[in-house]
């Protein structure tokens, strides 16, 4: 019996990293020679490789304001001499930057004809050819310079990342699959999950958000709040939001892992996670002393409400879960939008704000401001599968 499950395993995990998205053999027909269906190959890394475009995207041409023509070839800068100002950092984080990106494209086109030498060619080609478009479109922005230089430097970060995943690639692909076999429910929607929990672990990098939420649109649509600041109300506003967010994440979360997983340990690990990424974000980024910010007598009540709600809410079926991940998903936006800015937490930010990370604010700002309208899609997806 135990043999049989070995197999099993082996079978399932060969699948996953096999060639075959989309092909005629990769879909519910497909058995092992243990008899049992295996499931599609994964496509976490062209996923992740998307994700990774767009974030790159948004860093390089932020903040997105008074764009204007200065009638300069946008070539121009690729006949440019050795840069006046750089520094060993700045060059080291444009490497850096694009590595991974190198890396996430050669995994997800390694099923190219010609196998790992087309896979990194490719890779190397999107890398360079992305940075070249986006330096050249920052010729319109005042508050960018083109540099060839850094063109330099990102094609060669992501040759590097392609190299790596030629070389590594396949085994840490071996291993990712055996992970979502033992852990990951069997969907199609999976991978996709993954990547939206992985982006909603990096809002909460952010100071300057509410402890697990998102959804705020007033910054994006220069709204002004609806509630005058007051104690009690933004206590009562704050544990309401912490706790709904709780339930949401943790239930969302739980779409993604399989029957037989640990389900409470898991999700104990996860937000055990997000308040570490989230006491490290404030210490390194606001001040030291600022780490332990966001524990307020709202966050403790928020916490506690939401973990005795979510511990409940285990207990119903599949369907009502997805459900009520929506619904407490959709009441948690609104009650961001409602909530008062607090004082105190503007001044602590200030640094934050005027300092080295402006484009790191503006991106998970926008992440944090999103991530519900993307969600809500996603959980009536597998909602319906349900």
Known sequence: MAGSERQARADTTAALISDPAGGATAGAGRFGRSGRPLPRPTRLPLYLALAYLV???????????????????PLEFLRAGWPRYWTVFDLAVNVLAYLPLGFLLTLALRHLPGGRASAVTAAVLIGSLLSLGLECLQNWLPARVPSNLDLACNATGTAIGALLGAWNGKRILRRVARLQQELLAPSEQVELGLV???VWLLTQSSPETLLFGTGDLRNVLALTPAVPYAAHSFFVLEAAIIGCNTVVIGL???TLLAEGAPTHLALLAFFVLALVI???AAAVLVAPQEAFAWLTPGAEVGLLIGGVLLTLSLLL???????????????????????????YSEVALAAWKQGHFLNFNGLTRWM??????????????????H
């Open 55 to 73: 974030l790159i995207g948004y860093a390089s041409l932020y903040p997105f304001a008074n764009w204007r023509d200065l009638g300069v070839d």
């Open 196 to 198: 939206l929990l992985g």
């Open 252 to 254: 969302f979360a739980r």
């Open 278 to 280: 989230r006491t490290l």
């Open 317 to 343: 079926p599949a369907s009502m879960r997805v459900a009520l991940a929506g619904v407490a998903l959709m009441v948690g936006t609104a009650l961001v939008n409602l909530t008062p800015a607090n004082p």
């Open 368 to 385: 944090a401001s999103l991530w519900p309208f993307v969600a809500l899609p996603y959980l009536t997806a597998v909602g319906r599968r």
